[in-house]
């Protein structure tokens, strides 16, 4: 059956991915001014679930249902029904069509020229800060340092929640400025501290960076750079932090010896410190233990996580957030994905599972991020997958398939190859089901963001 909304698409020429999500994109925008819906913003769809809309094979669900609706600007229903002969498309007079796609396009040229005015504004802002760090060239300004402290929290608390092609270029600009600012010798020794802790943070952001590239390597060399800035800075907490990063960095990257190395130095530097990032490195502790099968040093690090919990005090790194700060919701994140490493399966951790899901899926909650919901809905499949239930474990990690290309990044990847390693190994491997979705992963796992030149 044709559907109305392919007719659509073909009648306007949309039938390429790139050209459509274009123009969903900006009746997203379009739509979220409207009804003052700032989550809609950032709607998208993958490749593969347009090719299943524009086929019948799926229906839309929940808000790309109100975006089609607008775009289109017809009832989401009428869209999804069988198209009608063409000469009784129910379209008014021929007067009225014209005029529906006339407003059509002047709102798709409007939205284009917002974006171009949007790109010469964003210029021209480069531009005049470039202008404002070479005017305090004698002595590094207040406007300076102020500048630099609100671009590192501005994209801090952003990077959990964006793909990281969004916030690189800046995030490698102000690294730059930094750099030079400290090589300038301008900066006086109280300004040359805060320097190189905005350093720590940045290059500690550009290695997270680099590992979503799938970048293991240039994710080290930035983290190093961090720990180097951190220490020039005398900041223990991000000292700390970046252990844990380092952590992160080298169990990805399958080298849980050294993950379990480096949070243990973490904890270590963190003894005396109230902030989230005790927790965060306990927690990663316990993780990078389960891929070495240590249920022991696993039980032993979360219980330690659990009551450091109960005791912190936030600290200048919680106060810059994303990455920064370990809300309680990631927490119970890393200890289900340590019970799912070590082979648990039971009605218990199924649960845990549903729970850190849900916890994960309010994209309002300031500490929403979209690559640990990945992870979340990954974790649930393979528990739903360890008690038998294929189908469950289907409709867990689904979500995640749908995922655009430039929100694929390697800890995502890295996720979903797990449930492709348990599926392969399942008594249900030959099952239609087992076998579809291996296709589904494995398609997946090749559409990503290119990694970082070097």
């Known amino acids: 059956m044709a559907t109305l909304l392919r007719c659509l698409i073909d009648e306007r020429g949309w039938m390429d991915y790139r050209t459509f999500i274009d123009q969903y994109h900006q009746a997203a925008q379009s739509l979220a001014a409207k009804v003052r819906d700032s989550s809609l913003t950032t709607h998208t769809v993958s490749d593969r679930t347009f090719e299943r ?10 808000d790309a249902r109100r975006i089609l609706a607008h775009l289109f600007m017809r009832p ?38 917002q974006q171009k005015m949007g790109r ?8 005049a800060i470039e202008f404002a760090l070479g005017a305090e060239r ?10 630099l402290q609100e671009e590192v929290g501005r994209i801090a608390k952003i990077h959990l929640r964006v793909p990281v092609v969004t916030i690189l270029e800046d995030l490698t600009y102000i690294q730059d400025a930094t750099f030079r600012l400290l090589e300038s010798g301008r900066a006086k020794p ?15 952001m550009l290695a997270k960076a680099s590992h979503d590239l799938g970048d293991p390597q240039s994710a080290m060399m930035q983290a190093r750079t961090a720990s180097v800035c951190a220490e020039q ?10 252990r844990g990063l380092q952590s992160a960095i080298s169990y990805w990257a ?30 990663q502790e316990a993780r990078a233990a389960a891929l070495l099968g240590d249920a022991e040093t696993v039980r032993a690090a979360n219980h330690r996580a659990a009551e450091l919990r109960q005791h912190t005090q936030p600290d200048d790194l919680d106060s810059i957030g994303g990455n920064f700060h370990f809300p309680e919701a990631r927490q119970t994140f890393f200890g289900v994905e340590a019970s799912v490493l070590l082979g648990e399966s039971d009605t218990s951790l199924v649960r845990r599972a549903e729970s850190a899901v849900q916890e994960l899926s309010d994209t309002n909650n300031p500490h929403w991020a979209f690559a640990a919901k990945a992870g979340c809905q990954s974790n649930l499949a393979l528990a739903r997958l360890y008690m038998g239930d294929l189908e469950g474990a289907a409709e867990a990690v689904r979500p995640v398939l749908d995922l655009p290309p430039n929100h694929r990044n390697a800890g995502i990847i890295g996720s979903v190859q797990r449930v492709w390693s348990s599926l392969h190994s399942s008594p249900s491997r030959n099952a239609a089901t087992a076998r579809d979705l291996c296709e589904e992963i494995s398609f997946f796992s090749r559409h990503r963001p290119l990694p970082l030149p070097r």
């Open 254 to 283: 399958n080298r849980p010896e050294d993950a379990v190395r480096y949070a243990r130095q973490g904890i270590e530097t963190s003894h005396g410190l109230g902030g989230t990032v005790t927790v965060w490195l306990a927690s």
């Open 76 to 113: 989401i229903h009428e869209l999804l029904s069988e198209a009608p002969a063409k000469e009784h498309l129910p379209v008014g007079n021929r007067s009225s069509r014209q005029s529906s796609l006339s407003d059509t396009n002047v709102g798709a040229a409007s939205g284009a020229e």
């Open 120 to 127: 010469d504004a964003a210029m021209a802002a480069r531009r």
């Open 233 to 242: 800075a005398e900041h223990q907490a991000m000292r700390a932090w970046v």
């Open 138 to 147: 004698n002595q590094v300004g207040p406007e300076t340092l102020s500048y």
């Open 190 to 204: 109280s300004q040359t501290r805060d320097l190189y802790l905005l350093a720590a943070f940045q290059s500690g």
């Open 53 to 62: 809309w524009y086929s019948g094979r799926v229906t839309p669900q929940n």
